[in-house]
């Protein structure tokens, strides 16, 4: 796993430290099949979400299904984030059971709350763990646009896969823009509510994700039986 050490700015933690815990605790699946670990004999950087071992270089429903793994991470992720930057002193009346929401959004900010300070290490911990993820979602998005990746769909329905692979790509190039702004406040003071702010971003990024990819899967699984054409998305320019 390689996270870019310009990210590991965590008060009196070490790079190999968060690194350390993020590979100790992540558990999402798709990943773990996806990178390679460096040893004395593979020292490689981490593969597209879509390239396994010993299969085909088709787009499968299996790999679709993965990407929905990732996403789940992305959005539980954000909700972590939001979580850390919005919690409140606690007093003897506070109730000892906590909230575990499926979602976040402005309507639980509160602009004028007396918000604990956020702690850089958590912070620094789910960018961290955010940051490979992203970096394979684009991967996958390049070998699709080189055609490394071969993406099958029914006849006639190109130009609807082609709308959703960019509004797909668009989401993941957002997704990395407010990783980034979240790193770049993490040392910043009175920082709460901008990086609540981001977080819900992402959270809602990772919905768009998620209906892009459920449309995806739908295009791929009808291709199955009928009759077919190859898609190879425009690549955008730089």
Not at 141 to 160: F, N
Not at 184 to 193: A, F, K, L, R, T
Request: charged share 25%; net charge negative.
């Amino acid at each position: 796993m390689q996270v870019r050490k310009t990210r590991m700015k965590a008060n009196g933690q070490s790079p190999l430290a968060i690194l350390l815990a993020i590979i100790a605790t992540t558990s999402f699946s798709s990943v773990a099949q996806a990178e390679t670990v460096a040893t004395p004999d593979s020292k490689t950087s981490p593969t597209a979400l879509s390239t396994h071992p010993g299969t085909s270089d088709q787009i499968s429903l299996s790999d679709l299904r993965d990407v929905g793994l990732c996403v789940m991470q992305i959005k539980q992720q954000a909700i972590n984030i939001y979580l850390e930057v919005t919690r409140k002193p606690i007093i003897a009346k506070t109730n000892a059971e906590m909230a575990d929401p499926m979602t976040i959004s402005v309507h639980g900010l509160e602009a004028e709350a007396k918000y604990l300070p956020t702690r850089p290490e958590w912070l620094t911990f789910y960018v961290g763990t955010m940051e490979p993820i992203i970096h394979l979602f684009k991967e996958d998005i390049k070998d699709a646009e080189s055609g490394v990746q071969k993406i099958t769909v029914t006849k006639g329905t190109k130009d609807k896969f082609e709308r959703v692979f960019d509004a797909y790509e668009i989401a993941v190039e957002q997704l990395n823009v407010h990783l980034t702004a979240i790193y770049n406040q993490i040392d910043e003071p009175g920082n709460n509510v901008k990086i609540a702010h981001e977080a819900i971003k992402i959270f809602e990024l990772a919905e768009e994700l998620e209906k892009d990819r459920q449309q995806a899967y739908v295009l791929i699984q009808n291709a199955d039986g009928g009759e077919v054409e190859q898609f190879i998305p425009k690549k955008k320019a730089d």
